[in-house]
């Protein structure tokens, strides 16, 4: 750029030229942030990586999996649990609680332990199922008495008027 500077002021003068520099100096500046977003992109998918291998090899790991969550928290949850054990995916609450989170109908797959968890229903009749009523609210696959809890009805009910015939006499 140098080199081009100095021709620039021997041909078309100095103010000719501070216009030519700054320009170099802006696709230099340029070509530097792309060069930094490829670099930092590679490393993310490294990274990322390296992540994908620790789940598969630790399924029932929930602290990988945890890792995972909070280190990518813009991958979609799915691609955090592909390699998540099944007893992680049906009975451990925290791991249940991201997913109902994401859809309320989840709640149908989980152990009656947690069905029968106010936290754990409350989160999904609150999410709600992605899929609208459609297929059935949260609601349905809650406890016996969960259903017949009033908070929890009136919560399903809020996200979707058709829970409330789901719920037990209240």
């Known amino acids: 750029y140098f080199t081009v500077y100095m021709i620039c002021v021997g041909v078309l003068g100095l103010s000719c030229c501070i216009c030519v520099f700054l320009l170099c100096r802006a696709i230099r500046n340029t070509k530097a942030a792309e060069e930094e977003q490829r670099l930092n992109q590679r490393r993310e998918n490294h990274t990322k990586n390296d992540m994908e291998i620790q789940l598969r090899d630790n399924p029932g790991d ?14 979609p949850l799915n691609w955090k649990l592909k390699y998540a054990s099944f007893s992680l995916m049906t009975s451990d609450k925290d791991i249940v609680l991201l997913r109902v989170r994401e859809d309320g109908r989840v709640l149908k797959d989980v152990s009656e332990k947690l069905k ?7 989160t999904a009749v609150k999410t709600g199922s992605v899929y609208g009523s459609l297929y059935g609210n949260p609601l349905k696959y809650a406890s016996d008495k969960l259903k017949n809890d009033k908070e929890v009805v009136m919560a399903a009910v809020e996200q979707d008027p ?3 015939e789901y719920a037990s006499n209240i």
């Open 162 to 164: 058709s829970a409330l």
């Open 62 to 75: 929930k602290n990988v999996i945890m890792a995972a969550v909070e280190q990518f928290p813009k991958l």
């Open 116 to 122: 029968n968890d106010k936290e754990v229903v409350m």
